[in-house]
């Protein structure tokens, strides 16, 4: 089976998470920190679910009902046939489901995910070897390491100046090219202050102050 990629945003969106478990402590999370505003419906509450803040917890098994209003589900209770049952209520609601138990059989499944800061990489083999995924994910992470998400707080804050100054893609270009080939994650990794400052000072003059960027 083939997916279309893609990034959703579910900031203050609806999202029902069927299933008190570990797994649905993990789907509750990642909708959490995407901004998500998260219900967790079961008879029982895993102790991360029970000390999980910002989510709301609805002790009791899953109503049909509950899929009012909901963006996505996903249905993780554990019972093969209540997660046929959610899956099929959510497509005639035309609410998007990932079934835990069947992920093939759902709307989508959710990728090995290497995060740094806005920096995120998602990667599949769409369910033929999730071995391969999560090893191609830690790949990732060794190489682009936590100076990547600094350096994109330097890369947004230089747009938005530019677009502040009246921004021309074409021109600019080359102040983001020029931040890449000087290496600049390097320097942020080596906490060489000064060799960013000279940089940004030459690509933006003095009125771009570094150091009000980078936490020290």
Request: charged share 20%; hydrophobic share 45%; aromatic share 6%.
């Amino acid at each position: 089976m083939k997916y279309y990629p893609i990034f959703l945003n579910v900031k203050d969106r609806p999202c029902l998470v069927a299933g008190g478990g570990q797994v649905g402590a993990r789907k509750a999370k990642t909708l959490v920190s995407a901004g998500a505003w998260v219900t967790v419906v079961s008879p029982e509450f895993c102790d991360h679910l029970v000390e999980m803040p910002g989510i709301r917890k609805i002790q009791r098994c899953f109503d049909p009902k509950d899929l009012d209003q909901i963006f996505l589900v996903f249905a993780a209770t554990g019972d093969t046939a209540v997660n046929r049952q959610i899956q099929n209520l959510a497509r005639k609601a035309r609410v998007l489901c990932n079934s835990a138990d069947a992920p093939d059989q759902g709307d989508f499944i959710l990728p090995a995910v290497m995060n740094r800061g806005d920096l995120i990489c998602a990667v599949s083999t769409c369910g033929a070897s999730p071995a391969l995924a999560r090893k191609i994910r830690m790949d990732l992470d060794q190489a682009y390491g936590p100076e990547y998400a600094t350096f994109l707080v330097l890369m947004k804050a230089v747009r938005e100046k530019l677009l502040a100054s009246g921004h021309d893609p074409d021109g600019h270009k080359h102040i983001f090219r020029t931040m890449m080939e000087r290496n600049l994650p390097g320097l942020v990794a080596a906490n060489d202050m000064a060799a960013i400052d000279a940089v940004m000072q030459e690509l933006l003059g003095s009125q771009f102050n570094v150091k009000e960027l980078i936490p020290q």
